[in-house]
């Protein structure tokens, strides 16, 4: 017996002559939240909040750019085929990586070009990428995509989810493992460790340091439960790679900056 269960729509307003999708507005949400959040860290911090508008200003459309650039490279076999979705953002596709990538870089010429630490800035900025990181993922959740593989629904019963997450789950007659929440939960819980670090006085750069490595701990592991990764090679895929990679480096980076003396302001001090 076919089983009819009704999923979300991805348009969250149709005024006929424009289309606004869910999608669209969970990342606004999760960018003016981690907005705002930083925008009070900036002024404990003896940085104008003006300064985080600035940069945010430019971050957002630049880490959306290079995360649908990731995107694309890795799925260019269908692109190449369908030129015309290339930018389709609206129907997902944002590499989160990609993200990071696009924020680190714009960060850091801001803060060249600002004449302000971009380690300060970074930490700063840190607890908001990865709760606007936790929120996006519900933009994946409406669109139905990062999920896992296929599960029964006694099995997402069992994890106690509610149904309209269940619901959203089934997808062309099968039931998949919502890998979207388990990221977004472990985010969310990331948010509140780094909540609690800036509290410590680490040395500066080191609260963004510990996101990295935490994020990509986490997404390691998420990643290998995916059914949509973008992949290296037939068998390595791309962000398990970078995760790896980024884990390594991160560590490397501290040992470098306190055997050279870089890491001796911290967190809290206000010089720039």
Do not use: C
Request: no cysteine; hydrophobic share 50%.
């Amino acid at each position: 017996m076919e089983v009819t269960v009704e999923s979300i729509d991805r348009v969250a307003i149709d005024l006929g002559f424009i289309q606004v999708y869910w999608y669209g507005v969970i990342i606004i949400a999760g960018v003016l939240l981690g907005l705002w959040i930083a925008m009070r860290e900036s002024e404990r911090r003896g940085l104008p909040k003006e300064t985080l508008v600035d940069l945010v200003l430019v971050a957002v459309p630049i880490s959306i750019i290079v995360a649908r650039i990731y995107y694309v490279i890795f799925n260019w076999d269908y692109y190449i085929e369908n030129p015309g979705k290339i930018i389709a953002i609206r129907e997902g596709g944002l590499a989160m990586h990609g993200v990071l990538i696009g924020a680190v870089l714009t960060i850091f010429v801001f803060a060249k070009l600002r004449d302000i630490s971009f380690w300060k800035l970074a930490d700063i900025l840190a607890p908001s990428i990865i709760l606007g990181q936790a929120i996006g993922r519900w933009g994946n959740f409406i669109n139905q995509e990062a999920h896992g593989g296929p599960v029964s629904r006694e099995f997402l019963e069992s994890l106690y989810l509610p149904d309209f997450i269940i619901n959203q789950m089934y997808i062309e007659g099968t039931y998949f493992h919502p890998t979207f929440l388990y990221e977004s939960l472990w985010n969310f819980a990331g948010f509140i460790v780094l909540m609690s670090l800036r509290r410590t006085n680490l040395r500066r750069g080191e609260l963004f340091i510990t996101y990295i490595i935490y994020y990509s701990f986490g997404r390691f592991f998420i990643e290998g439960m995916r059914t949509d990764s973008l992949m290296l090679t037939d068998e390595l895929r791309m962000a398990q790679v970078i995760s790896v990679v980024l884990i390594f480096v991160a560590i490397m980076i501290i040992f470098y900056r306190r055997k050279k003396g870089y890491a001796n302001i911290r967190y809290l001090d206000k010089s720039m």
